[in-house]
């Protein structure tokens, strides 16, 4: 794994550890709900599969309410020829439900899981047989052995739900130490945060790569409702940058564009193994910051 230097002062350059070596990048889709949705969202894929991207993603839905869509949008992927991750959430679920999932997908051929604990739907209390993701993670390595490559979420801005940052990073190291391949960030939009998770992890003996989560920029009340509810923090200068443009969608995006490639570009030149796009269903933005960085024609 290559990540930044202890210090963060003199990082060390992607094309000093790997010169010639196509940079890695991921993709991330939710499930389409309609026919029409569905359409949409096959067309996007096609367009993003010219990036070459390492894996495809779909999300999973609170309790695994969406679970028939995860699993046909995974199955569609692979009938495309491109590699699929299944997001895999545990909370309210029981070992034999899980024990049963994990068979379907390995009948699908995916050999890639995105294991988190997940959210019960509202109103639903708290249930299943697993409290956290290290407990499904645990699991699906007894029961599949190294059928599947783990990767697991990090939060390079602490969870919202942590007791405090030692307690998140412990809980990280908790998943890796169960059997994680690698982790995808939240996204962020401050890479100091970044570098500095990834330090305090390599001091604990994590050795995983920590693929950093990027959330194209594409509306500012969509990404400041989006923020405020799983703890991404939107620097202050960028908050009122992204106000002042009031309902300039154009210049929004434009802005964005630049704020998320120059991001990007700090996390190569850091050392960041791959990026992983949290596409939103929509190609123009992730082909276009990708253009910037030379990742595409």
Known sequence: ?????ATSTTPATHDSVAPGVPYPI???FFPAKTPEGADKLRAVRQQLYALGPQFCSVTYGAGGSTQEGTFAAVRDILAEGQSAASHFSCIGATRDSVRAELAQ???????RLVALRGDLPSGYGVGGEFQYASDLVAFIRAETGSSFHIEVAAYPEVHPQARSPEADLQAFATKVR??????????????DAYFRFVDDAQRLGLQVPIVPGIMPILGATQLMRFSDACGAEIPRWLRLRLQGFGDDTASIRAFGLDVITTLCEQLRRGGAPALH?????????????????????
């Open 277 to 297: 796009f949290y596409t939103m269903n929509q190609s123009a933005a992730t082909l276009e910051i990708c253009r910037r960085l030379g990742l595409r024609d």
């Open 178 to 191: 169960a059997g994680a391949d690698s982790a995808i960030t939240q996204y962020f939009f401050n890479a």
């Open 26 to 28: 991921s993709v991330e």
């Open 105 to 111: 997908l390995q009948a699908m051929g995916v050999q």
């Open 1 to 5: 794994m290559t990540t930044s230097s």
